[in-house]
């Protein structure tokens, strides 16, 4: 369940946007913004979905309907929803207080996140955590964008979207992965430990990305 959810969740703002737009300047902001208005729903509610169906044992009549009921009160499901009716409802501006008490709280879980994956980091560590997460590694830094890159080859969009949507699927795991993966009972540590190592290979595959997609 936890391979399911890494595998899916790029870390898309903190690393995602600096990079692209010091690989692509400004040309690559406007695709970015619309891969990021298009996606982040998909991005939370897939992910969830996928895990929480491993979770229930596989694909099956009973498992959907388990997962169903356990994604219909998952916080990150209800709060997708919910954002979702509010804009289509045209009320996108709360009270100045609430914004920003809204903003502080959904800030939280992230920063609290990097912090523990800060303090458990230790590069003396690094070998044997490769040796435990290579292959969800692999999957996230080097399959997923692959992957990616084979489905717009079959069916070809504008080449600056393609190069943003693959770079940005090429990033590591995002960091309130952990945050999630601890709220659905998952192996949240297992989860910071593919955060970190992803997060170290990234300074070798981001510069390969970047040199196969000819930005």
């Not at 913004?33 to 996928?50: R, T």
């Not at 209800?78 to 903003?103: E, M, R, Y």
């Not at 490769?130 to 969009?157: E, M, Q, S």
Request: with cysteine; glycine share 8%; hydrophobic share 55%.
């Amino acid at each position: 369940a936890i391979s399911a959810m890494v595998s899916m969740r790029s870390n898309q703002i903190f690393i995602g946007l600096p990079a692209i737009a010091i690989a692509m300047g400004t040309k690559g902001l406007e695709p970015l913004s619309v891969y990021l208005a298009v996606s982040l729903v998909g991005y939370h509610m897939i992910s969830v979905a996928a895990s929480q169906i491993v979770l229930s044992g596989g694909v099956s009549p009973r498992a959907i309907l388990e997962s169903a009921k356990k994604l219909a009160v998952n916080p990150m499901v209800l709060a997708c929803l919910i954002g979702a009716a509010f804009s289509l409802s045209g009320i996108n501006k709360f009270p100045h207080p609430a914004d920003v008490t809204l903003k502080v709280l959904g800030e939280i879980g992230t920063g609290m996140a990097l912090l523990a994956v800060g303090a458990g980091l230790s590069f003396g560590a690094l070998p044997s955590l490769l040796k435990k997460t290579w292959k969800d590694c692999l999957i996230k830094l080097i399959v997923h964008p692959a992957v990616l890159w084979g489905l717009f080859l079959l069916w070809p969009v504008d080449r600056a979207m393609m190069q943003v949507s693959v770079f940005a699927s090429a990033m590591p795991v995002a960091v309130n992965t952990m945050v999630a993966s601890q709220g659905m009972g998952m192996d949240y540590r297992y989860a910071g430990e593919t955060i970190a190592v992803t997060t170290v290979l990234s300074a070798v595959t981001i510069p390969l990305w970047i040199r196969l997609l000819g930005i």
